[in-house]
């Protein structure tokens, strides 16, 4: 059983800034724990524009706080996420995130991430993975 909290991760190697600058996610799961997902709590910052698309992963969002637009870039399509909203990128969209607010999100991957992923210049997640255990 692991039990974990936020601040646990704070100011830890889970605790990840953009190199953009526009969000931090505490990674709370991550592949290492061998459970098939990673979960983080994410904040994307207001006024800022982040383009991802996770051609590696399926990921879903569940707003927490805060209001954003999210644009998916294939279609064109935009929707007003507010709490209680979610979100599942099941068909790898590439997509567009414009917090109004500070965007709190809970973030859950598949293939769950390792925690040293951030987004290339395509906003995508290269794949990487955990050593096999022995």
Known sequence: MIVRSISDIEGTDRDIESASGTWR???????????????????????????????????????VSGEAELTN?????????????????????????????????LCVFNPPVTGREDHDENGVYPLLTEPEVS
């Open 25 to 63: 996610s505490k990674r709370i799961i991550l592949a290492k724990e061998r459970v098939g997902f990673s979960l983080h709590e994410t904040v994307l910052y207001a006024g800022t524009e982040t383009s991802m698309w996770y051609a590696n992963h399926v990921e879903a969002v569940f707003c």
């Open 73 to 105: 870039d294939n279609t064109g399509e935009k929707h007003r996420i507010t709490p209680g909203t979610m979100y599942l990128l099941d068909g790898h969209e590439k997509h567009t995130v414009r917090p109004v607010t500070d965007f709190k999100v």
